[in-house]
């Protein structure tokens, strides 16, 4: 991995349009290719990224960029579409290299990671004709935690916590942001699954098309049968 701290100025264009003004942020350039701009604050989210397959080259800039204090440009193209991603470097202040290896992987707590399981096995509670594509599916960000496909064949990518808080519906949203640019996934259908859901997750998610799932983890273990409670 690649970690550059540099003063920059970014734009995306493609799918969509933004831009991030002149500031210092962390660049990673990333062994898989992709590419994130991250300010110092919130939390693991970056301000802006590319994902692969993508080809990035330095060029110098331009006469008029150079004199108003640019060093270099690196632009970012995705191989399979017209997204682009360019940086305008001010001012290097670091710039360093590290080999990190294969990483095993989140490990989750026992009870997230069981219900995962559980879910896995159980694929139907995210509603009739879905199937299981994969746990633990890579994407440039993380790891979603389950893939599946609707009876119409549409993918859905769920994250699964014990209690679904508004961070858990911005990880879920960071995760098909980026997996909707795969056109082999696009439309992918977020369902934030969760033993208990706040209100003010459930509207934000609500707000942005997500669908909540509340699991019953003893029903699901078999411990407690639902159907034969009298509340």
Known sequence: MRVVIAACSARYSGRLNAHLPLATRAIMVKADGSVLLHSDGGSYKPLNWMSPPCTMREVAPADDRAAEGVTAVWTVQHDKSD???????????ADTEHELGIDPGLVKDGVEAHLQELLAAQIALLGEGHTLVRREFPTAIGPVDILARDKAGRAVAVEIKRRGDIDGVEQLTRYLELLNRDPLLSPVEGVFAAQEIKPQARTLAQDRGIRCLVLDYEAMRGVDDADTRLF
């Open 83 to 93: 997204d682009r991603l360019e940086i305008e470097i001010f001012e290097v202040h």
